[in-house]
């Protein structure tokens, strides 16, 4: 059964702390994207990865951190510098094709931070 | 920066009625639009459209591209209370290899048995 998991599905963590939410796709696909939506704000990117170990910051990268080892997974870490971490995460992962685009979403993990 | 704006921010109407959902955009690199469908959790794709396919049909949905004017129309007909839900509108820019997708805030439509 092919996509894309998120876990968990709900988190809750101590301010200044820094907390992991994991990415994994079995979709063979290329490219994956981190996403943050809050009420009212849409979806806002915060890191995108083309291929595996190398990603680049998107439009709110401060205080996140990720990595790409593996073209399966994507964690992305909040860390204790980002001053909002409370929000819905979505991940997402296309296919590297030119003229069809296929994006999927994760199911998400709302994070909420105290 | 690249911008995406929806309007209206919400929408409440009868079932039955008719809605139109808009999204303008203003990128570099124009490739496509997309709209999403988000009811709970993750969005679900329903159209994207292209420089070469400005027009999408699916069932009581349509959606047109308009690249002249930088915008995108959602219609949906004899709506249905399982069509309330957020509609996103996403623009994907950017050179060929490095290309992102920008979200508009999205479009709160509630149907009214």
């Known amino acids: 059964d092919g996509g894309i998991t998120q876990s968990p599905k709900y988190l809750f963590r101590k301010e200044g702390q820094n907390v992991t939410l994991s990415c994994e796709q079995n979709?063979?696909?290329?490219?994956m994207y981190w996403y943050r939506q809050d009420p009212g704000q849409g979806l806002r990117l915060i890191y995108y990865s083309q291929i595996v170990n190398d990603f680049q910051k998107g439009d709110i990268a401060e205080g996140y951190s990720v990595s790409r080892e593996k073209k399966e997974s994507f964690p992305l870490t909040v860390t204790s510098a980002q001053k909002n971490p409370t929000a819905f995460y979505l991940c997402?992962?296309?296919?590297?094709?030119?003229?069809?685009?296929?994006?999927?979403f994760g199911p998400g993990t709302r994070l909420t931070v105290t | 920066e690249d911008k995406v704006v929806q309007s209206p921010l919400s929408l409440v109407v009868h079932e039955g009625d008719t809605v139109t959902l808009n999204c303008s955009y203003e990128v570099t690199n124009f490739r496509s639009l997309l709209w999403y469908k988000q009811e709970k959790k993750a969005p679900t794709f329903l159209f994207m459209l292209t420089s070469s396919g400005i027009e999408k049909k699916s069932g009581r949905l349509s959606s047109i591209l308009d690249k002249k004017e930088l915008s995108s129309i959602l219609n949906i007909t004899a709506t249905q209370t399982g069509d309330s839900a957020i509609y996103l509108c996403a623009v994907e820019a950017g050179n060929f290899g490095n290309e992102k997708l920008t979200f508009g805030t999205g479009t709160r439509l509630t149907i009214i048995p």
């Open positions: 997402a992962s296309r296919r590297q094709t030119s003229g069809l685009y296929e994006q999927y």
């Open positions: 979709l063979n696909h290329d490219a």
